[in-house]
Structures are given as C-alpha cells and as structure tokens.
C-alpha cells in the first residue's frame, strides 16, 4: 500500500522514473509490444480489484505514468480508508483521483472504522458530489428520500435526499434512525445512492460525542441542510459546534437537537472562541440546553425564521459567564418555572441581534421561554416579524400589554413594538388575562388604521385559560370570525 509517498512529487516529476530497468538482462519486457490500449484494459481489471492499484501502476516507468495519468477512465474509482488515518494524504489522494478522472463519474467509497473520521473522509470525497455514480461505504452512513411535508407556516420543506451519518460509538442503525432525530422511516424511504436521486443537499449527523475542526475538513459546498443530533445525556460539544459549522459555506438551513439535556456543560473554550459567519442561512432550529453559547457565537445576516424547542429547565445554571447589557435581574419579578434558561435564551438573542441584526420574519417558541424584560427587547428589536409563535410560555399580563400600539400618541412605526407582525399564535399559555389580551388587540387595530402597525390577520388561541368564550366573542368582532381560531383549555367547555 502506498501510504507515504509524496504524491505531488511523483505526479509532476516523472523524470524521477526510469523508461527501463538498469539491469541489461532485463532490457526487454513482453509489454512493450503490447498496444497500449490493451495494457489500458488490462490495468482495468488490476482496479477493480485494487481501486488503489492506478497510482502504483504509474509508478512502474514513465511511460506507465504518462499513459495512466491521461486516460481519465482509470481514476474513475475513488476509495478511502481510515485505515492509517492521514488527513493531508487522504485530501491529496482524493484531489488526485477527481483531478485525473476529469469529468467522467465517479465511483466513490468510504471505509472507516473509526466514527470520528468518517466526516473528513466525507468532506474530500464531497468535493465532487456532483459527479458522484455510485457510493459505498460503512453501515454508519444512509440515505433517506425525503418527501416533501407542510409546515406550521404553510411553506414546504422540500424534498430530496439526505445523507444520515450515525457517530454513535455503538452502530444502532437499521431502524432506529427516527427515535432521536428529525428523520423518521415512516416519512422518510431508505435509498441506495444514485446519481438519478441528485447529490444529497443534506447531511444529518447521529450521536454527536465530539466534531473535527474545520481544519481538517475540505468545505462542504454543495451542502445546504445540517442537522445534528446527540441523543445521549451528555451536551453538545458547543464550541467545536461553531468550529464545524465553519466548514459549511453555503448553509440555508441549521438545526441541532439535544432534548435530553437539561444542563449544559460549561467549557471554558467557548468565551475565546471566535463566532462564525454564516451569510446564506435562513432558518435556523435549536433544542438544546446551550442556547447563550450557540447564539452567541454565530452571525446570521440573512436570517428569516427562528425556531427555539423544547429549551426549558428548572435547573439552576452556575456558570461563569461575563457580565453584559441586560444580564441584570428581571425588573419585573413575574413567575417562570424556568428562570434559569428563560435569561440564558434572552441574552443568547441579545447577542445574536447585537453583532448584526437579521431580518427575521417568523419566530417559534416552543416550550423556549424568555423572561419579561427579554420579550419587550424582542418586541422593539425584530422590526421585520410577521409571524409569532409560543407554546407553553410562562408569559405575563405586562408581555401582552408592551404589545399594544400606542394609536394616537404620535409614534411612528419604528418604535411600535413589532410593526409587521401579522400572525400570532399562542398555545398553553396560562398566566394572560382575556381583558388584557383583548385590550391588546383593540390598539393594534386602531394603530393598523393609522398606518403606524400591520394589521394582524390571524389569531390563534389555544388552551389559554384566561381567554374565555366571552373574550373570543370580542375578539371575533374586532377581526372577523374566519381570522381567530380558539380551542378552550382541557375541563372548560
């Protein structure tokens, strides 16, 4: 096997190689009379066996290397192994096969046994998916057909095929691939890679433990989707996270989930760590414990939808975090069965809103609480929201109330809090007052007339205990009745 040959070297100087042996016994070989066409078929059937064997092949005499390194039909099998893991070798390796096979298809293959380096192995085999034909690789890597399926804002996640690479240190993979993540059998088929299906769009990574630095990872540019998830009890590895993300340029699409985790490990790293940048995402989705280190750390100038999951905990954080605007106790004193991640959520939109602020048309709170003080910032900073969802939000009279358009008082759409919003959806959320929320709305639609706010032209209230029938009936006629949808909390008829 060659391991440790300098490839630049013997690819760009065949004068290092000999046209014949030095031994004039041995001047004449049956193979120079061959045709070279036919060595060519003949090689053929050494890389099937060996898809290595080409490079080894070449290195016989300059007229092997020569021949071999113009005929592109020879280096149409890439394959790479872990096997003496070299990640400077392995990305010239691969470079050197998509660099000689020109534009023909490839036939690509992935051996790893080690799951920490499956993802760079990937990364140098990537670089040209598009011209992929075939994969092989180990069970720890499969492709999923996704279908196309609506969402809660009426817009369709897209189908397509996505790549699901499991890093679990125990393989679990054959039907399990829908109990800790997004994917599921049932929505999803199993595919064998074709080129008919396209190049994966997605990649979806299982059992997160630890993640490569970018460092050693060629950039995944053909990537628009990324999804990662630990199913375990242990957190994130949030800043090697952000280093990882670096390697994906052209992200639209970002979700982590971690839903198992209540308390977020505190690393030291995460302060020096430089965030970064990533200019095409659009949506982002987070479920996970971390979220002040994540938002902290990323700057998304084109960000469009938000959707924080299943984030809240009762548990006490005691991190050592740097004091910044905003991190002083709630002024307000209102109840939350979360304190904790509620200020932890806050400041992590603070800071993400604080480096550049993104145009940010729909936010999704689900079981992601904030505290008041926090809600009035978001309602003054996210000028572009139309769409507004919370689920089981522990939210107060005072949040409702700093929603209210101030119609007649002169103020201007710029300091309404959130001028554009639309759509607001809230669900479970037990602590408002149907007079407060009603009084609400009846300022924005005044304040919708005077052009100061967009006028809200669905309502959705479900199982919000103090919003009764009577309040609905209010609400009905201030709207009209096909733009308020109401489901009564359990109990109450």
């Given at each position: 096997m060659i391991s440790d040959i300098d490839l630049d070297t013997l690819c760009h100087n065949p004068e290092t190689m000999h046209d014949t042996p030095q031994d004039p016994l041995t001047t004449f070989s049956p193979f120079d009379i061959l045709p070279f066409e036919l060595?060519?078929?003949?090689?053929?059937?050494?890389?099937?066996?060996?898809?290595?064997?080409?490079?080894?092949l070449s290195l016989v005499c300059s007229k092997w290397h020569a021949g071999i390194h113009s005929t592109p039909s020879l280096w149409q099998r890439l394959s790479l192994s872990d096997q003496a893991f070299n990640p400077t070798h392995l990305h010239a390796r691969s470079n050197l096969w998509i660099h000689r096979s020109g534009r023909l298809p490839l036939d690509v293959e992935v051996k790893s046994a080690h799951h920490d380096l499956m993802l760079p192995m990937l990364s140098y085999a990537m670089k040209a998916?598009?011209?992929?034909?075939?994969?092989?690789?180990?069970?720890?890597?499969?492709?999923?057909?996704?279908?196309?399926?609506r969402e809660a804002g009426g817009a369709f996640d897209n189908e397509g095929l996505s790549m699901v690479v499991d890093l679990h240190h125990k393989r679990r993979f054959a039907t399990e691939v829908g109990q800790d993540t997004p994917m599921s059998l049932e929505e999803h088929s199993v595919e064998t890679f074709t080129k008919e299906k396209g190049p994966p769009k997605e990649i979806h990574v299982k059992g997160v433990g630890s993640l490569p630095h970018s460092e050693s990872l060629a950039p995944f540019t053909a990537i628009s989707s990324l999804v990662i998830c630990n199913a375990g009890w242990k957190d994130m590895?949030?800043?090697?996270?952000?280093?990882?993300?670096?390697?994906?340029?052209?992200?639209?699409?970002?979700?982590?989930m971690n839903r198992f985790v209540q308390d977020p490990d505190y690393d030291p790293k995460c302060p020096s760590v430089k965030p970064v940048v990533l200019p095409h995402l659009r949506r982002l989705t987070l479920s996970i414990a971390s979220t002040r280190c994540l938002l902290s750390h990323m700057t998304t100038p084109a960000?469009?939808?938000?959707?924080?999951?299943?984030?809240?905990?009762?548990?006490?954080?005691?991190?050592?975090?740097?004091?910044?605007?905003?991190?002083?106790?709630d002024e307000a004193h209102d109840f939350s069965r979360s304190p904790w991640t509620d200020r932890a959520t806050g400041m992590g939109l603070r800071s993400l809103f604080g480096r550049f602020t993104p145009p940010l048309r729909e936010l999704v709170m689900d079981f992601a609480d904030l505290r008041t003080k926090d809600f009035k910032w978001a309602f003054g900073a996210m000028k572009d929201l139309e769409i507004l969802r919370v689920v089981a939000s522990d939210m107060s009279d005072k949040v409702i109330s700093a929603l209210a358009a101030k119609a007649g008082s002169g103020e201007s759409s710029a300091q309404a809090p959130l001028p554009c919003l639309r759509k607001l959806h809230l669900d479970k959320c037990q602590k408002i007052?149907?007079?407060?929320?009603?009084?609400?709305?009846?300022?924005?639609?005044?304040?919708?007339?005077?052009?100061?706010?967009?006028?809200?032209?669905?309502?959705?209230?479900?199982?919000?205990?103090?919003?009764?029938?009577?309040?609905?009936?209010?609400?009905?006629?201030?709207?009209g009745v096909k733009n308020v949808r109401y489901r009564p909390a359990m109990g109450e008829d």
């Open positions: 060595l060519i078929h003949i090689f053929s059937f050494a890389i099937d066996d060996d898809p290595n064997s080409v490079f080894a998916m598009g011209r992929w034909r075939t994969f092989t690789g180990s069970d720890r890597i499969q492709f999923l057909w996704k279908k196309p399926r590895p949030l800043h090697q996270c952000v280093e990882f993300f670096r390697a994906f340029p052209a992200l639209t699409c970002l979700t982590l960000l469009e939808r938000l959707e924080l999951m299943y984030i809240n905990s009762s548990v006490e954080y005691d991190h050592p975090i740097a004091y910044v605007e905003g991190d002083s106790d007052s149907g007079d407060v929320f009603v009084g609400m709305l009846e300022s924005r639609m005044l304040a919708a007339e005077q052009g100061v706010v967009s006028r809200i032209e669905t309502l959705d209230i479900l199982e919000c205990t103090g919003v009764t029938l009577e309040h609905v009936g209010r609400l009905k006629r201030l709207m």
